[in-house]
């Protein structure tokens, strides 16, 4: 094979494909890159036997065929070299030469043959998203995911998407976020639950692209944008009746700006080490919000804010590193808390306006 393409067209194919490279010594052939030619495109693709990549760009192709590079090595060496064409030539068997302008590299290649399969898979089911509201969504609801593998339903977030409705939720059992959000011209209706690395991911390759195309096929989920194709597995089992998890009503609400409330909990947040809870107390009479945290043998800290209250005085505690997640992602002007006792889960909503929730268990006081 022999084939010559701008570097910033093939660094861009690289860094996508990259994603789905796999880190297993034990099957060194997953640590590298297929490329071959299809017509007059040139396509890449990798794999960790979990995740599927293949893209593809223009070029011009000399010499049709196809060969296994090392994934990271080859990255590498693209974003170094200089705005240029690449000519990458592997017809001298188990090697490949890289040249651009008056640089050249030198690197073993690995058996195409070895090499699994892609997965061609028909979706049973697909829906069209605009990528820029599956990317917002996505980073909202994507840091409540849980990390933990024991519990696999948890790693995933659950999609739905149905009557006009993108819904996406996730929980680690320490808190919720739901997002919902209208799509408008969105044919068919899909539910599943799609890995959260694997959401992530698409995420951040969708780019200029301006949809994304989800589809299922079995126990495979099939994302398209571009020239772009990412497969993943999806989550078998059922996802938690998060509904039954929502309080019903609340004893307290406290209407705060969101910018003011982020960036009170960060410094507060600065004395809660070691696990040490962040406290908040509403005052109703005074209209003040009150954080505060203190660590044995480094120090305390407290902070007042100004909110618009209703209910009864309360004081909760919250892990601050979960409050701060909740805060940041809510992308209103203002945000409520909404608390039914100390024991009970708070709730972070739009101050106006329904569409998120963030649901975060306490802290017991001592």
Known sequence: MKISIARGELFEALAV???GLSSRTTLPILSGIHVSTRGDSIVFQ???LEVSIRTSCKGRIEQ????VLPGKLLTEVVRSLPEAAVLIDTTTPGTASVQCVQSSFSMKTLSPDDYPKFPEVTPDQTVSLPSDVFSRVVQQVSRSVSRDE????LTGI??????????????DSYRLCIREVPVEGVIGEIELVVPGKAMEDVAKLIGSNKNVSLGVAENQVIFT?????FISRRIEGSFPNYRQLLPKEHTTRAVVDRAEFLDAVKRVSLMAQHSTPLRVRVAVSDHTLTLSAATQDVGDASEDIQVTPDGEDVEIAFNHTYLLDGISVAESEAVSLE??????PGVIRFAEGDGFTYLLMPVRLS
């Open 46 to 48: 990798a794999t960790d």
């Open 17 to 19: 494909v990259s994603r």
């Open 64 to 67: 049709t065929g196809q060969s």
């Open 225 to 229: 944008f571009g020239d772009t194709m």
């Open 339 to 344: 608390v039914t006792s100390p024991l009970k």
């Open 158 to 171: 659950l999609t739905v998407v149905d009557s006009g409705t993108l819904r996406m939720v996730a929980t």
């Open 150 to 153: 024991t519990r696999p339903i």
